[in-house]
């Protein structure tokens, strides 16, 4: 089919271009007789037709070249209808977002490592089931298990300056409890320094292996966004509209058919003692049919992205519709060079707003595996091999 419409194609180009040879042979020949009648004509009935000829010779021309020119170009849609949106609407739907204290449900994740990504290479390993509960001011406890079977894989926990991870599953070199601090900063464990081009998908290994390097603390802000600061003259803001080209992602549309979507950027630029202003949060409300937030990335003190997260999908959380909240969540760490996909796999089962105890958030190391201390750069064997 492909192949007959390429030939298709290439005849009506093939004829298109043969009757623009045509048009401009005749437009010549009927041109090149005319000038020839005019050699018999008196000098006065030739000053009276000259205007007319050449008002007629441009015509011919502009005929020509309208032929030879005409293309047709598909242009993407823009999405309508866009809602108007102030400043202050647009913190009231953060802030709807981070009245939320509490979440406790189930999720599907999906790790997938770009740490080659500058040789065009990403790991995609397999799926696995999780249960989260995010408690603010920054606590988060993750347990990581195989599909179906439910045997554990990870743990991981943060009380909002520390974090404690313990690997369960994998070779023996991976199995440990890794303890850190949050806002340090670390080197990738047990960097294999393989060839991109020699990467392959190998299941647990891999996957074992970046779950050690990551971090739970990162959850806590995709999955419970910040308030703004409104009331703090340390920060400003800064409303914009922009309009971006992307897949049509609406159901039954064509694979590769694009679209133009419209958005609202709100910027939240923190100020230092200079009264010097760098962007901090940088917020993506989808425009379409309602006010969304589609899209929330962080930057550090020098202007390079930390986050870069992505939400779609809301419904209604809660057993009794409390509120609605993004479903399907995409967390980026560009300089971790890993992506976390997150699902909740049944958002009305989903626990809003319970009050969870501090030691909830500090696990411990109860299965006796080998413990590395990053902050003392220290490997401690089990006392029970």
Same mark, same amino acid.
């Given at each position: 089919m492909?192949s007959?419409a390429?030939t298709t194609?290439?005849?009506?180009? #093939?004829?298109?271009?043969d009757?623009t040879k045509?048009?401009?042979?005749? +437009?010549?020949?009927?041109?090149?007789n005319t000038l020839?009648?005019?050699?018999f004509l008196p000098?006065s009935?030739k000053?009276?037709?000259r205007?007319?000829l050449?008002?007629? +010779?441009?015509f011919g021309?502009l005929?020509i070249s309208?032929?030879?020119?005409?293309?047709?170009v598909e242009?993407?849609q823009?999405?309508t209808?866009?809602? *108007?949106a102030?400043?202050?609407?647009?913190?009231?739907?953060?802030?709807?977002?981070?009245?939320?204290? #509490?979440?406790h449900?189930?999720? $599907?994740?999906?790790f997938e $490592?770009n740490s +080659?990504a500058?040789?065009?290479v990403?790991d995609?390993y397999?799926?696995?089931d999780?249960?989260v509960t995010?408690?603010?001011p920054g606590k988060?406890?993750l347990v990581i298990?195989v599909?179906?079977?439910?045997?554990?894989v990870?743990?991981?926990?943060?009380?909002?300056?520390? +974090?404690?991870?313990? %690997?369960?599953? =994998?070779?023996e070199?991976y199995?440990?409890?890794?303890? =850190?601090t949050?806002n340090a900063v670390?080197?990738k464990? $047990?960097g294999?320094?393989?060839d991109p081009?020699k990467?392959?998908?190998? =299941?647990?290994?891999?996957?074992?292996?970046a779950l050690s390097n990551l971090r739970p603390?990162?959850f806590?802000d995709?999955?419970?966004?910040r308030d703004?600061?409104t009331?703090?003259e340390?920060?400003?803001?800064?409303?914009?509209e922009?309009?971006? *080209?992307e897949?049509?992602?609406?159901p039954?549309?064509?694979?590769?058919?694009?679209v133009?979507? =419209?958005y609202?950027?709100? *910027?939240?630029?923190?100020l230092?003692?200079?009264?010097q202003?760098?962007l901090?949060?940088?917020f993506?409300f989808?425009r379409?049919g309602? %006010?969304r937030l589609?899209?929330?990335q962080?930057?550090?003190d020098?202007?390079?992205?930390v986050?870069?997260?992505?939400?779609d999908?809301?419904?209604?959380?809660g057993?009794?519709?409390? %509120?609605s909240?993004?479903?399907h969540?995409?967390?980026?760490?560009?300089?971790d060079?890993?992506?976390?996909?997150?699902?909740?796999q049944?958002?009305?089962?989903?626990?809003?707003?319970?009050e969870?105890? /501090?030691?909830a958030?500090?696990?411990?190391n109860?299965w006796q595996l /080998?413990?590395v201390?990053?902050d003392t750069?220290?490997d401690t064997?089990?006392?029970n091999?």
């Amino acid at each position: 089919m492909k192949s007959f419409a390429l030939t298709t194609k290439s005849l009506f180009v #093939s004829f298109n271009s043969d009757l623009t040879k045509l048009r401009s042979l005749a +437009f010549s020949c009927a041109l090149e007789n005319t000038l020839l009648m005019l050699n018999f004509l008196p000098c006065s009935t030739k000053s009276l037709l000259r205007p007319a000829l050449c008002v007629l +010779f441009a015509f011919g021309l502009l005929s020509i070249s309208a032929c030879s020119t005409h293309k047709k170009v598909e242009v993407p849609q823009l999405l309508t209808p866009l809602v *108007e949106a102030n400043t202050g609407q647009l913190h009231a739907e953060i802030n709807r977002l981070a009245s939320v204290k #509490s979440i406790h449900g189930k999720v $599907d994740l999906q790790f997938e $490592d770009n740490s +080659f990504a500058e040789a065009g290479v990403a790991d995609k390993y397999r799926s696995a089931d999780g249960t989260v509960t995010i408690q603010r001011p920054g606590k988060v406890y993750l347990v990581i298990q195989v599909p179906v079977v439910a045997t554990p894989v990870a743990q991981m926990t943060s009380d909002g300056e520390h +974090f404690r991870i313990a %690997i369960l599953q =994998g070779e023996e070199k991976y199995r440990r409890f890794v303890k =850190g601090t949050n806002n340090a900063v670390y080197a990738k464990l $047990d960097g294999d320094g393989s060839d991109p081009k020699k990467k392959q998908r190998r =299941g647990e290994k891999e996957t074992v292996s970046a779950l050690s390097n990551l971090r739970p603390q990162h959850f806590t802000d995709a999955l419970m966004i910040r308030d703004t600061q409104t009331g703090n003259e340390g920060f400003i803001y800064s409303q914009s509209e922009f309009f971006q *080209e992307e897949s049509d992602t609406r159901p039954g549309a064509k694979k590769s058919s694009r679209v133009v979507r =419209g958005y609202y950027l709100l *910027e939240e630029l923190s100020l230092n003692s200079s009264r010097q202003a760098h962007l901090h949060r940088r917020f993506w409300f989808d425009r379409v049919g309602s %006010i969304r937030l589609a899209r929330l990335q962080t930057f550090d003190d020098h202007g390079l992205m930390v986050t870069d997260v992505a939400y779609d999908n809301d419904k209604l959380f809660g057993e009794n519709a409390q %509120i609605s909240l993004p479903t399907h969540v995409v967390l980026t760490r560009p300089q971790d060079r890993y992506t976390v996909s997150i699902t909740y796999q049944a958002p009305e089962s989903v626990i809003i707003d319970r009050e969870y105890k /501090p030691e909830a958030f500090v696990l411990e190391n109860k299965w006796q595996l /080998p413990e590395v201390d990053l902050d003392t750069h220290k490997d401690t064997p089990t006392s029970n091999p």
